[in-house]
């Protein structure tokens, strides 16, 4: 039996939203709408450093005038930190991270470190550390938490997720390699808390952009060591610029901020993008 449809639109505040993201929460809100089911928002600010309270506000003020209603408050993640540290606590118990002392300089300038689709693969120089000396530096030095790759896609086995229109996708995890799962400067990554934050939401279906689909494998992993639920994943083509590239939060020509300036009428935009119509100069691509 399908679960009632609940989607989500997750901004992260480190930037002004531009067509790109708009697409992506009106493409949610409308699914959602349709099935008669729940829109939510998830405001991700797990990074301190980066996100910033003025582009919370400025997000939520582009989407009301896009004519995009949502349902109970925005769930923030710096909200979940308990959440995090106990699933992380989870899998440390179980020996499936391990602590990593590495800077991205000793990784970069490690010869076996090709990339994946999470960027470098980490070369596995803090997985076997002796016991006693991970125990002396982990009192003494800065370190994230890494997930142990082999052991966790061991324990998990054959791993697939439901791609809307498309049917049954196998997730892939290892092509990652042990990557983050708590941060130096962050109680989690963003796979980490992503995933828990959709089981907690009871997302029922990810509608989001196709760059991360790769990240899919990952979460689809996450979810099987931890005992979630797996949603339904829509991702979709991204807006891309005149140049063919996709936007990026330094275009600001394509701010919901410059159009709403511009005077566009942010209902009919809406509308327009409902419907695969964008405003002349950008397109719809499959990365
Ligand atoms: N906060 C992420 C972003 O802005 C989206 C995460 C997701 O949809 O899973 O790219």
């Known amino acids: 039996m399908r679960r009632t449809m609940l989607t989500r639109f997750a901004p992260s505040p480190t ?23 729940t829109f939510r928002i998830r405001i991700d600010d797990i990074d301190g450093s980066r996100s910033r309270e003025t582009y919370v506000d400025a997000s939520l003020a582009d989407l009301a005038w896009l004519g995009i209603d949502w349902d109970g408050d925005p769930v923030r993640q710096s909200d979940r930190l308990g959440d995090y540290g106990a ?11 391990y602590p990593c002392f590495c800077t991205r300089a000793d990784i970069a300038a490690s010869l076996s470190a090709p990339h994946g689709p999470s960027g470098a693969i980490y070369p596995g120089t803090c997985r076997t550390l002796p016991p006693a000396t991970r125990e002396k530096r982990l009192v003494a030095e800065p370190h994230c938490w890494r997930l142990d790759m082999a052991r966790a896609a061991a324990e998990a086995g054959k791993l697939v997720w439901e791609e809307a229109g498309q ?27 992503s995933t828990l934050d959709d089981a907690a939401m009871g997302v029922s279906q ?11 494998d990952v979460h689809r992993l996450l979810q099987a060591l931890l005992g979630l639920a797996t949603p339904i994943y829509h991702h979709h083509a991204l807006v891309c610029g005149a140049d063919g590239k996709r936007l990026a939060k330094r275009d600001a020509a394509a701010s919901l901020a410059a159009l709403r300036a511009a005077g566009v009428n942010g209902a009919a935009l809406a509308a327009d993008l409902a419907a695969a119509r964008l405003p002349a100069g950008y397109s719809l691509q499959m990365p």
């Open 15 to 37: 930037g002004e939203l531009h067509l790109g993201h708009a697409y992506s929460a009106v493409l949610a809100h409308a699914a959602a709408r349709a099935a008669g089911g």
């Open 87 to 97: 699933a992380l606590e989870n899998l440390r118990a179980r020996g499936l991270v």
């Open 167 to 193: 049917g049954i996708c196998t997730a892939d995890p290892q092509a990652h390699g042990d990557i983050v799962l708590a941060r130096k400067d962050a109680p989690a990554s963003y796979h980490l808390a």
């Open 206 to 216: 990810v509608i989001r952009g196709a760059d991360l689909v790769a990240s899919t």
